[in-house]
């Protein structure tokens, strides 16, 4: 049986986080998670210190006393979770389950399909029979994004940037390694880490791409709006650094 562990970023969560969705989920399954808390100023600590109370064997809360952004959030994550046990699997979801937690379920069944396959990531594909919602404003603008992103990497993916994906743990202990250049625009960084690892047909062959069942818009982003304008120099520096 594969052991996973899935890391859930929280910055200022306290009245978003669905407590009761990951408690009931924890019931049902044998998974692993790690929560980080990024520096928030509410009370997410707390929360997440009650939610491990009991549940120490299967839930680790890892503290970050300053606000970091997601991606060094995730890394650190990724990094305390595999010094705390030696998992096959290791991933991230964002804190408000937009991406249901079952999903989880999905990822890991397509990961197994090819033994090739080292990392198996979310797209939210709309499409019959799956349940996608989202904002016409954030649709397109993530359209627009993700097409950009796909050309300067040089991959067919349709969505870089879900928050939801798995690695084999091997392949995230690399990955993660290193601080990422952009506090938000990471997900890319990590394709281009990958590719820059195995190579451009390689890097194909190690990653599948997933269409979810179900990704449901949750409330406001926490991108700021004087982030948004600092995404093309963001792109910019990550297409010359790798």
């Not at 396959?117 to 996608?132: N, P, T």
């Not at 097409?147 to 990497?153: C, E």
């Not at 940037?161 to 506090?183: D, H, Y």
């Not at 880490?193 to 599948?208: D, S, T, W, Y």
Request: glycine residues 4%; positive net charge; charged residues 25%.
């Amino acid at each position: 049986m594969q052991e996973i562990c899935i890391i859930i970023p929280c910055y200022n969560e306290a009245k978003r986080l669905p407590v009761n969705n990951f408690l009931e989920f924890y019931k049902q399954v044998r998974y692993h998670f790690c929560f980080v808390n990024d520096g928030s100023n509410d009370n997410t600590l707390e929360i997440l210190n009650k939610i491990r109370h009991g549940r120490e064997d299967r839930i680790l809360v890892v503290d970050q006393k300053y606000n970091k952004g997601k991606a060094e959030a995730v890394r650190n994550g990724i990094i305390k979770s595999i010094a705390w046990k030696p998992f096959d699997i290791t991933g991230y979801f964002d804190a408000d389950l937009s991406t249901p937690l079952e999903e989880i379920h999905l990822l890991l069944e397509n990961l197994n399909k090819n033994p090739d396959y080292l990392i198996a990531f979310g797209s939210r594909v709309k499409k019959m029979g799956s349940i996608i919602k989202r904002s016409h404003t954030r649709h397109y603008f993530g359209r627009i994004f993700s097409t950009f992103a796909s050309l300067i990497l040089h991959l067919p993916i349709y969505d870089t940037q879900c928050g939801a994906k798995i690695f084999k743990t091997k392949l995230a202990s690399e990955v993660f390694k290193e601080p990422f250049i952009s506090k938000w625009l990471f997900d890319i960084e990590i394709f281009a880490r990958i590719k820059k690892k195995f190579g451009l047909e390689k890097a194909k062959n190690v990653m599948i791409e997933v269409p979810l069942q179900q990704w449901i818009e949750k409330g406001s982003s926490r991108i700021s709006v004087f982030y948004i304008f600092k995404i093309p120099f963001e792109i910019l520096k990550i297409y010359i650094h790798y």
